[in-house]
Structure formats: structure tokens, C-alpha cells
């Protein structure tokens, strides 16, 4: 099991840009296939971005195609989401997610994810 804790959200105007980071304690992060997910207020979690564990292959939702960036330093057990060209539809609580995989796979649904934080606001105003 690896914990983690994510922090960078906050408010925005439209347009704007905010860099989420998941910190990650207790195991081997280097090990763990990662992603981002969100919720918006009385919709269901919804996947947002995917990376291996070497950071080598990466996968993201349309929604944020070209404006979202996911990445990862190993050597700080850091993941990281950035975020540009924010729009109102953005708005959700952020969550990053963990699952143990020393190869190079990624995962695109919450039920492949064992281990979760504790989820950062993001509000982007229009």
C-alpha cells in the first residue's frame, strides 16, 4: 500500500493554468502505475490521466487532450497534473490514485486503483 497526499488546487479564472502534485509515502513508488481523477459536484468520479511507472507511456481523457499534462519524478515520489487552458467545466475535486505495476501498464478505471488521496479542490471561475 503506498499513501498519498495531493496538493496545487485552488481557484481560478477561465483560461488560467494551476500544477496539481501527488506526494507519495510507504513503498517503492517507482512500482506503481498512477493517474488523476475528478468529481464534480453530484457527478461520478471520472478518469482524467494515466502514467507508468517509468513515466514512459501516458494516456488522457478528450476532455483534457492538449491541455492537461501528466508526469512523475521518481526520485521524489512525485506525481504531477499540469493544467492549462482551464475552463468552469474543469471544476472538481482532484484525486490521484495508485496501483502496484512494475510494468508498463496504465489504467483508465477508478476500480484498478487500490490506493487513493485524500482529493484537491480545483474551482475555475468564468
Known amino acids: 500500500q503506498v499513501q498519498l497526499a495531493e496538493s496545487g488546487g485552488g481557484l481560478v479564472q477561465a483560461g488560467g493554468s494551476l500544477r496539481l502534485s501527488c506526494a507519495a509515502s510507504?513503498?517503492?513508488?517507482?512500482?506503481?502505475?498512477m493517474g488523476w481523477f475528478r468529481q464534480a459536484s453530484g457527478k461520478e468520479r471520472e478518469f482524467v490521466a494515466a502514467?507508468?511507472?517509468?513515466?514512459?507511456?501516458?494516456y488522457y481523457a478528450d476532455s483534457v487532450k492538449g491541455r492537461f499534462t501528466i508526469s512523475r519524478d521518481n526520485a521524489k515520489n512525485t506525481m504531477f497534473l499540469q493544467m492549462n487552458s482551464l475552463k468552469p467545466e474543469d471544476t472538481a475535486v482532484y484525486y490521484c490514485?495508485?496501483?502496484?505495476?512494475?510494468?508498463?501498464?496504465?489504467?483508465?478505471?477508478?476500480?484498478?486503483?487500490?490506493?487513493w488521496g485524500q482529493g484537491t479542490q480545483v474551482t475555475v471561475s468564468s
Open positions: 510507504g513503498r517503492t513508488f517507482s512500482s506503481y502505475a
Open positions: 490514485a495508485a496501483s502496484y505495476s512494475p510494468y508498463s501498464s496504465i489504467y483508465v478505471r477508478a476500480n484498478e486503483y487500490p490506493d
Open positions: 502514467i507508468s511507472w517509468s513515466g514512459g507511456r501516458t
